[in-house]
């Protein structure tokens, strides 16, 4: 084993600066990525249509797809999650050779899992598009616009994989230059492959996701070539690429239970989003925009759960857990602040920020359908944060189990249920009669999903102050 974990400046800087140092450029990749996303939803607010009224079906297509695009995204857990655990263990505790050999290990398995995940996604759309209750062209349009994006997924999980390495070792500065280039070149991709250039008329709304998946293409070839060079001391090597099973096995011992919990938390995603579907086109798409705009504070927790994770994962492989707990408690009260200020410009400028996707007369519905919502998920700020960040840091440190009891408890114990129970206008209880509901519409779904975040932050907070996590051997 290597002797260096670092300069000695690594360990004695302030806590609150190696959490920005690792957070900061990873809130600037999450907030590039986000740009994609809103780029997406103007143009498809803004695409010329001979029907006018499709609009809504258009925008509604686009929040399902992006509700499974978060599918995609819980996915790639399978491989990004133990990554980070391990490189960061094998960081701190100053084994270069074995961090090496892990990212070689956690880029075979993600070209196993996106090849496995694009089957599954091409045979699969139009059953599972189905059961969300999405029908007609709405459905057509999702599943156009999720093909292109399930047949380069493989690229995508690569992607994911060598930037969790790289944030593993302590770099999250590389993951924002290729990831920004990615979203930078995205933009222009989307625009000409939906709209044209010059005498081609483009693809039309297939257009934009085709951009999407080629511009992540850009970035895993960039990633890997950049990994074979040594960057961040990660130098990737043919022999890196052989299966060794041992540790694909440790790999797999963190990442498939945080996988089991980020699936199973999209599976009831998209559970919750067939009770908005239902409340018709209005709501569905008012529920995608507000969720665009709350992204804003969802990935700053992210990008601050980044920091958590790697900082506790090679705190404890340097033998220092009384430190990796201050540094997550300081991602904590960092990243809680950021989201809270988030949460204050929703409820000053949610109207704007909604007639920004919404321009058009015949969207208005949709603007006073949304603002309310956006305004209240700001009472949510402080339990988010703790929710996201704890969770990334109790898996940097190898506990990945518990939370996923915890996650199916905020769910099916809290949110599905208060949902069902705010959004519609009876329940039908058979020879019992039938149970009064409160018709409160989309309105409802958010008062229910506010309160499984309060139920599930306070468990993660209490789960990470136990400090069971600190014995956890990855």
């Known amino acids: 084993m290597n002797v260096a974990t670092g300069p000695p400046e690594r360990w004695t800087r302030p806590l609150w600066r190696q959490v920005l140092a690792l ?17 997406d939803q103007f143009l498809a607010g803004r695409f ?7 609009r809504e079906r258009y925008l509604s297509a686009l929040n399902t797809a992006g509700y499974l695009y978060w599918f995609v995204s819980s996915y790639t857990v399978l491989v990004s999650v133990g990554s980070t655990a391990l490189v960061a263990r094998f960081i701190g ?30 045979l699969g759309l139009p059953t ?31 992607e994911s994989a060598c930037v969790a390495c790289l944030a593993g070792a302590g770099d999250t500065r590389t ?49 890997v070539r950049l990994l074979a060079r040594g960057q961040s001391g990660l130098q990737l090597q043919w022999r890196h690429f052989w299966p060794d099973r041992p540790l694909l096995r440790r790999l797999l011992w963190v990442s498939v239970p945080a996988a089991v919990d980020s699936l199973s938390v999209a599976f009831f995603q998209l559970w919750f989003l067939s009770l908005v579907n239902r409340l018709g086109d209005t709501a569905a798409s008012a529920h995608g925009i507000a969720l665009r705009w709350e992204a804003l504070a969802y990935l700053a927790g992210g990008a601050f759960g980044t920091a958590a994770m790697t900082l506790v994962g090679q705190n404890l492989g340097a033998q220092m857990p009384a430190r990796a707990a201050r540094c997550a408690w300081t991602a904590y009260a960092l990243g809680g602040g950021v989201m809270c200020v988030m949460g204050l ?47 990334a840091a109790l898996r940097g440190a190898g506990d990945a189990r518990l939370p996923v009891l915890i996650s199916w408890l905020g769910f099916l114990g809290v949110r599905i249920p208060l949902a069902y129970w705010l959004t519609g206008t009876s329940i039908v209880l058979g020879a019992l009669g039938e149970l009064p509901q409160v018709d409160l519409g989309l309105l409802g779904a958010w008062i229910a999903m506010c309160a499984d975040i309060w139920i599930r932050g306070l468990f993660f907070t209490l789960r990470f102050a136990g400090g069971r996590w600190k014995m956890i051997q990855v």
Not at 99 to 106: E, L, M, N, R, V
Not at 128 to 147: H, I, K, M, P, V
Not at 195 to 201: C, H, K, L, T
């Open 23 to 39: 957070a900061l450029p990873a809130l600037a990749q999450q907030y590039l990525h986000l740009i994609v996303q809103l780029s």
């Open 345 to 391: 410009l929703f409820v000053l400028f949610a109207q704007p920020m909604f007639r920004l996707f919404c321009p058009e007369p015949e969207l208005q519905p949709v603007v006073a359908a949304g603002v309310p919502v956006l305004r209240l998920i700001a009472v949510a700020m402080p339990a988010l944060a703790a929710q996201i960040i704890f969770t």
């Open 128 to 158: 599972l598009l189905a059961a969300l209750q999405l029908t007609g062209d709405a459905a057509d349009y999702c599943q156009s616009f999720l093909t292109p994006l399930a047949a380069l997924l493989v690229f995508q999980m690569t």
């Open 175 to 223: 993951g924002l230059k290729v990831l920004g280039f990615v979203a930078v070149v995205n933009i222009p991709l989307a625009w000409s492959l939906c709209f044209g250039v010059g005498p081609w008329p483009g693809l039309g709304f297939v257009g934009i996701s085709w951009g999407t998946g080629l511009s992540h293409v850009i970035g895993c070839v960039w990633l």
């Open 93 to 122: 505790a100053g084994d270069r050779t074995m961090a090496q050999h892990a990212t070689g290990q956690s880029v075979l398995l993600a070209v196993v899992f996106g090849a496995v995940g694009t089957l599954a996604a091409l």
């Open 48 to 54: 010329p249509l001979p029907d006018p009224s499709a």
